[in-house]
């Protein structure tokens, strides 16, 4: 810890503790080692001796908001996806889509949580999706591994990530179990999440979601298991405008939710964020007629999926799922427009799920940066802004004149696929959902 003082030899002045990295070279920031510091000295001590610090977010203060306060204050940075994109670095098996890789490869999962961390996360979730022990029956290769030991390597390994940015706030995460669907009853299923909060609880995590739920029955489940530890408690479903798996209206899921004790109502999975943010908006407006201000959520996959928007499973309808998405995938400016226009819906937690890489939540970040302060990710310092950094390219004057936002709006991506379809015919499902 340090403190900043006006000047050589002059009076210490308004102290207010905070925690900061310590520089390598202490004579560069003119400070003495103390318990506290001044926030306003030292930051303009940071920025005299580091000026791209402007745009880029540091120092933090010590007594970090929690994640209420966050979102009251405007927009939370969630982080994306981890089984997917695991699953294509080859630490996760498609299909089962479970989460052994927290025990067997833990250096994968610490590095895409500093991945995520510096592409500008506010949040880190524990890697804990389908992690219990229902979904965990089976073993693999001999080996069994169960919720506790999942969910506590999960957790081992996000704080060991987060502690390197002390603002960081951690989440730990359940998602269904097939208990529900067995029909095995809310004692057995709530069993099944409180097994998991245990484990959260112990390591003191930030905060609670419940996500993935095609049964708003089962968030419900969830939610009341989650509030009784103590903690903030969000919960996002896997729906569409048509509703849940029993034909629930997403309006009133969302209404159901925020009775349940919801802090933070949301949507994940399944759909691309065009039609989530159509979903978040019925979901508004039926809080809004309640008297119901919960915070609102978004996670969306990140594929366009342009067919699905009125299938009730989502993009599992399409042929492509789930090995074989990649044409789809959202390029890095189509992040922004997601941000902008889940930002100016009233959405203040905005993530992503499945297909969104680093890179995809660093634009998020950039693109409400200014409503953050100006706060730019860790990784600005090799980011080209909208391409700016383009100007310097030396390959052909073509590559060197697309530097500026105006061109990239206006590019309109080609898959390259000989043959290829611009959408494809949905698989239908529906008749066959318990």
Not at 157 to 184: F, H, N, R
Not at 272 to 293: C, P, Q, S
Not at 344 to 364: K, Q, S
Request: charged fraction near 25%.
């Amino acid at each position: 810890m340090y403190l900043l003082t006006r000047g050589r030899g002059e009076k210490k002045s308004n102290i207010c503790k905070m925690e900061v990295r310590a520089p390598k070279r202490l004579k560069d920031w003119n400070v003495s080692p103390v318990l506290s510091l001044n926030p306003d000295h030292l930051r303009a001590a940071w920025r005299t001796s580091h000026p791209k610090s402007k745009r880029v977010g540091w120092p933090v203060a010590m007594g970090k908001k929690g994640i209420l306060e966050r979102l009251a204050e405007g927009p939370v940075i969630g982080d994306g996806s981890y089984v997917i994109t695991l699953e294509k670095r080859g630490y996760v098996k498609a299909g089962p889509f479970t989460p052994e890789a927290a025990i067997e490869y833990p250096d994968a999962v610490r590095q895409l949580h500093r991945d995520f961390l510096r592409a500008g996360a506010d949040v880190l979730q524990a890697f804990t999706f389908y992690s219990t022990d229902g979904k965990l029956s089976t073993s693999e290769g001999g080996k069994v591994f169960t919720s506790a030991d999942l969910n506590q390597s999960a957790c081992d390994i996000v704080w060991e990530v987060a502690k390197t940015k002390p603002d960081t706030l951690v989440c730990g995460g359940v998602s269904p179990t097939p208990c529900y669907t067995q029909g095995k009853g809310k004692a057995a299923v709530q069993k099944q999440f409180q097994n998991q909060c245990e484990i959260f609880v112990k390591n003191k995590v930030d905060f609670l979601l419940g996500e993935f739920f095609g049964h708003v029955e089962e968030a419900e489940w969830a939610i009341e298991a989650m509030k009784t530890c103590g903690m903030p408690v969000a919960c996002t479903l896997r729906i569409g405008p048509r509703g849940d798996l029993d034909g629930v209206s997403a309006g009133e899921c969302a209404v159901r939710m925020a009775r349940a004790g919801c802090d933070i109502v949301g949507l994940n999975c399944s759909f691309d964020f065009h039609t989530e943010l159509k979903t978040i908006k019925i979901m508004k407006d039926a809080l809004a007629a309640e008297g119901l201000t919960p915070y609102l959520m978004t996670q969306p996959v990140g594929y366009h999926l342009p067919e699905v928007e009125n299938s009730i499973v989502g993009y599992y309808d399409l042929p492509e799922y789930p090995l074989a998405l990649e044409p789809r995938l959202l390029v890095r400016f189509d992040c922004r427009e997601y941000a902008r226009k889940a930002y100016e819906l009233g959405v203040h937690y905005i993530g992503g799920c499945c297909g969104f890489e680093p890179y995809h939540m660093r634009e998020v970040a950039e693109e409400l940066a200014p409503e953050r302060g100006g706060i730019r990710p860790p990784g600005a310092d090799k980011n080209s802004n909208w391409g700016d950094a383009l100007a310097e390219s030396t390959i052909t004057p073509h590559v060197a004149i697309r530097h500026t936002k105006e061109y990239w709006e206006t590019v309109i991506p080609a898959s390259g696929r000989p043959g290829g379809r611009l959408t494809n015919e949905l698989v239908a499902y529906e008749g066959q959902l318990k």
